[in-house]
């Protein structure tokens, strides 16, 4: 047992990340249970495929049967829950899914960990740890001056998408208070960074802009996020789960607010810089589109409870962590052409042809 860490949804975005800085980071073992979704992607993690320390499992979390094999199988010391359906544009054509996943799929793991937490020695028992990785979406929408999200702002959550996270949360945290299972819980902003499926704003507008594409832009533009380049938002999660308070919910932000009209314009800038224009520039491909239905205008975090008492603060700034994240996207020709075919082209017309 004594060092391997169960990470669900590792095949995604943030779970990949995640996991190849874990394993860099450490002696430690990784079981990375995926049902390879679209959002699913095992190249991200071909550098450690044949890593003895690494297994890869393909299953579905909410297949209870699986869940108890494996983890009376691999005896993990904490489970890292990353897997979920992640967009609300999908959330909103098809929120089926999304409770499915989100809201079923986490009521199974936390039943099948607590039956395993519940079995295990005593100090075993102490030192095992739950850490939900969860989204800032579920407090809902922010006034231009009202302030920042906190850990004890009141749920909102606007969307299906943030519906479902809002339910997983509140689902951990009574597994912790009723039956003492040592949860954590973070709320993280927006992530951007290698990796990251383009149907999200950043890699969307980095791949459009390159092959001179419309860069949609949903209503005025004037909607605001939080963003954190995804290297931060690992570390973050590390720290939180050797160091966090059990029981305990964690805020995780950037610092970085940021209108998407700017987010887009300063993408157009670097990828005019980065990849030459033939004297076009690229901000002249924007096309303001029809906007999300319930579109939140505002989240920003307070990311003062993790920095105070964990040390935890972002290393990257946007500016320079946002070069380096089109820079990724201009040198993996092959990633992008593996995860833009078939169901990808599918979505951008099914979503966007209007
Ligand atoms: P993603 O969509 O890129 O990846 C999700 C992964 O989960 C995929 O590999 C997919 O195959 C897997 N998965 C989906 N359903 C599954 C199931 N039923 N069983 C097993 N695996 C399943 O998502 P992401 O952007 O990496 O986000 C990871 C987590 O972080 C999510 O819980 C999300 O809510 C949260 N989060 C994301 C962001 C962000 O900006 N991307 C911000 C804050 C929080
Ligand atoms: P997204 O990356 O989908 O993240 P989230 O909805 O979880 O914040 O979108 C970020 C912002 O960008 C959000 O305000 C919606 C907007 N957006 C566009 O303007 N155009 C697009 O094509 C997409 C995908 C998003």
């Known amino acids: 047992m004594e060092n391997t860490v169960l990470v669900t949804g590792g095949a995604g975005f943030i779970g990949s990340n995640f996991i190849l800085r874990w394993m860099e980071s450490g002696p430690a073992s990784v079981v990375n249970l995926d049902k390879l979704t679209y959002a699913g992607n095992l190249h991200n993690l071909a550098s450690i495929a044949d890593d003895k320390r690494y297994e890869f499992v393909h299953g579905d979390i909410a297949d209870r049967v699986l869940l108890c094999s494996l983890l009376d199988r691999r005896k993990p010391r904490a489970v890292v829950h990353f897997a979920a359906e992640s967009h609300v544009d999908r959330s909103i054509r098809g929120p089926e899914d999304f409770i499915r996943t989100n809201v079923d799929g986490t009521f199974a793991l936390l039943e099948e960990v607590r039956a395993y937490w519940v079995g295990l020695e005593e100090r075993k ?66 992530n951007y960074g290698r990796f990251q499926f383009p149907e999200k704003l950043i890699p969307l507008i980095i791949l459009n802009a390159l092959n001179g594409k419309p860069l949609p832009v949903y209503g005025d533009g004037q909607n605001v996020r939080d963003w ?102 201009l040198d993996n020709e092959d990633w992008v052409r593996d995860v833009t075919s078939g169901s990808y082209r599918q979505w951008i017309e099914t979503h966007y042809s209007s």
Request: hydrophobic content about 30%.
């Open 125 to 190: 028992r102490g030192d095992f740890r739950f850490l939900h990785v969860s989204t800032d979406e579920v407090y809902g929408s922010l006034g231009p001056k009202d302030p920042p999200f906190s850990e004890v702002t009141p749920y909102a959550p606007n969307s299906p998408y943030a519906a479902s996270k809002a339910a997983s949360d509140h689902l951990v945290r009574a597994y912790h208070h009723t039956y003492g299972l040592p949860t954590l819980t973070t709320n993280c902003s927006n």
């Open 228 to 329: 954190l380049y995804v290297e931060d938002h690992c570390e973050a999660i590390a720290t939180v789960l050797h160091r966090g308070q059990v029981g305990q919910t964690y805020n995780i932000g950037g610092w970085n607010e940021k209108r998407n009209i700017d987010i887009v314009e300063t993408i157009c800038h670097i990828v005019d810089e980065m990849a030459g224009n033939g004297g076009t520039a690229r901000r002249s491909l924007i096309t303001f589109v029809k906007d999300r239905p319930g579109h939140d205008r505002r989240y920003a975090m307070d990311a003062g409870k993790i920095e105070r008492e964990l040390g935890w603060r972002p290393r990257e700034t946007f500016e320079s962590a946002i070069r380096k994240t089109v820079q990724w996207y």
